[in-house]
């Protein structure tokens, strides 16, 4: 059961509009590392979690703080539109207000009327291939410190490309809780890879050919990669190098599907 409360979580008002602003900051709503994402993620794997109650209540806690900072990031967005010009009537000859009007998102006006979106600044729709919600909970919990560094990474940004000190009362909020999510998810994830081990799945270990498990194979001009050669694995094993890999399949052989399918070409 969820129960909105109509105050937010934290502050979320800018000092003045800055429809611009606004535009940018939809990246934090609607892009692939955004807020939406991560509350879609983490509510999906708690939802999904049938083991230690921890780490379910953990995801969710989380999860359903995220739908706060939706909120949080829309009503901002809302309050940086507030009297944008939306046509060439509002420009009225004005360069400041005609420079706005061209760097606006139009679907702002167009689509939300002046309302945030689940969009990326360019427009591109949010969409759930952006979340992750395995059933591996070591998987899921990688996937969780990624996202909250890609998200932290972002709002860091956003901050550097404002001086309004409302807004960024805000972002320093988001980045605080990005540091904590970062910090708890590295924490869950050291617990679950003492439990199950490094590697996902970690039972596969006996079927898979594991000669090949530990050796860097150095497929570019440089040869970087060869500096890790004798050290150690997280899972315990010595890494090793191979120079010049070779081809172990052979030339395929396949046979040519039915001309029928190539429009009688060759």
């Known amino acids: 059961m969820f129960k909105h409360t109509r105050k937010l979580q934290y502050n979320a008002k800018p000092d003045r509009p800055d429809p611009l602003m606004a535009r940018r900051l939809q990246e934090a709503l609607g892009g692939q590392w955004g807020e939406t994402t991560g509350m879609m993620s983490y509510l999906s794997q708690g939802w999904s979690s049938t083991g230690d109650e921890k780490y379910k209540d953990l995801l969710l806690d989380t999860g359903t703080e995220e739908i706060g900072h939706v909120e949080m990031i829309s009503t901002m967005v809302g309050y940086l539109l507030e009297g944008a010009p939306i046509s060439e009537a509002d420009v009225a000859g004005d360069p400041m207000k005609a420079a706005t009007l061209a760097g606006m998102d139009p679907e702002h006006a167009l689509v939300h009327g002046l309302n945030a979106s689940l969009n990326n600044p360019n427009g591109a729709a949010w969409n759930a291939g952006y979340a992750t919600s395995s059933g591996n909970l070591v998987a899921d919990m990688r996937f969780n410190v990624v996202r909250e560094s890609q998200a932290r990474l972002q709002v860091s940004r956003l901050y550097n490309m404002t001086d309004d000190e409302g807004v960024r009362d805000m972002l320093r909020f988001l980045l605080a809780r990005e540091t904590q999510h970062q910090l708890q998810?590295?924490?869950?994830?050291?617990?679950?890879e003492e439990k199950y081990g490094v590697i996902v799945p970690g039972d596969m270990g006996d079927i898979e050919h594991s000669e090949f498990s530990h050796v860097l194979m150095n497929f570019s001009d440089g040869t970087g990669s060869e500096a890790f050669a004798g050290q150690i694995a997280k899972d315990g094993q010595p890494f090793t190098y191979q120079k010049d890999p070779e081809a172990m399949g052979g030339l395929p052989e396949v046979k040519p599907a039915d001309p029928r399918l190539k429009n009688n070409q060759g």
């Open 185 to 192: 998810f590295m924490k869950a994830q050291e617990e679950l």
